[in-house]
């Protein structure tokens, strides 16, 4: 086996990743070996960087799901020993309105006769899809929360809690709105809907919490426990987490709760309309 093939096999098998998934899926920021970068037509010929289709989150209206996104650039790209900075546009093939652009710099390895690339940026930026049910609990602090998110991929947990702790006292009201919407129409007791108010009232997110410990129907608790009880948990254990490890730990568990407590709202109010349209039905049809 001669050098470049020998280094090869040693450097792709613990390092080299595929284009489409570089794209898709890393964060800016670090050097990837890309095992399908390029294509070489002929032993004499320079490389020339591939578009590979991807698969991404289409938020369009008539898609609202992952579909195949392609390249429709032509003209073609050549890689040499030297970085080359690189735009690559990509729209949706379903609906072909929405675009992703990547800014990467990229270069061919001779050495190992491969490619690296280090993704310099994206737009729309990087980021786990976040479902709709999500969004509409987080209301204006959206973006914090996507922030958030982006922290937690990246690995930076203590920048991850710093971000959902915000949103999660931000958002105090509007979830407690949401909360009382859902009591309200599962005709739950009268004193449930006064402590969620005597809860909006108080300032502090704990002290809140603590007004309506017992005050959420069935549908609405996690695992027998009230969700702004285990979000509140997770906040307070936060603040003694002294590095990113465990940081990152509390965060995916308050941004878990924070999700299904969005589900868990929407999932309550929906059935109920369903119940309200069978009872009507079987009213109207006496
Ligand atoms: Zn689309």
């Known amino acids: 086996m001669n050098t470049a ?5 040693k450097f792709t098998r613990i390092q080299s990743i595929k284009f489409e998934d570089f794209l898709s899926t890393y964060p800016p920021g670090e050097v990837q070996a890309i095992g399908n970068l390029g294509v070489i037509r002929s032993p004499s010929s320079t490389p020339i960087l591939i578009k590979p289709r991807l698969k991404l989150y289409c938020p369009n209206s008539v898609c609202s799901g992952v579909r195949f ?9 050549t890689l040499s020993e030297k970085w080359s900075r690189i735009f690559l546009h990509y729209s949706c093939a379903n609906c072909r309105t929405h675009s992703k652009i ?65 949103v999660i006292e931000n958002q ?53 426990y009230n969700p702004l009880a285990l979000l509140d948990q997770a906040i307070s254990k936060g603040s003694y987490a002294h590095n990113d490890t465990d940081a990152l730990k509390l965060a995916t568990a308050l ?10 709202v929407v999932r309550a109010l929906e059935d109920q309309t369903d119940l309200d349209e069978a009872v009507n039905f079987i009213l109207q049809h006496d």
């Open 172 to 224: 105090k009201d509007h979830i407690i709105d949401e909360l009382m919407r859902v009591v309200r129409r599962t005709g739950s007791p009268e004193p449930y809907i006064e402590k969620l108010k005597s809860a909006k009232m108080e300032k502090r997110f704990k002290e809140a919490v603590e007004l309506i410990s017992d005050a959420l129907p069935q549908a609405l608790l996690i695992n027998g």
């Open 5 to 9: 093939a020998a280094k090869k096999q």
């Open 69 to 77: 996104f392609d390249s429709y650039q032509t003209k073609k790209v």
């Open 102 to 166: 990547f800014a990467i710099m990229a270069r061919w390895n001779t050495d190992i006769d491969e490619g690296e690339a280090i993704k310099v940026g994206e737009w729309p930026p990087f980021g786990p899809k976040v479902s709709a049910r999500v969004i509409s609990i987080l209301g204006e602090n959206k973006d914090l929360f996507l922030m958030g998110r982006r922290a937690e991929i990246q690995g930076l947990g203590i920048g991850a809690l710093a971000y959902y702790r915000k």
């Open 255 to 264: 941004r878990r709760i924070l999700s299904e407590l969005a589900d868990r």
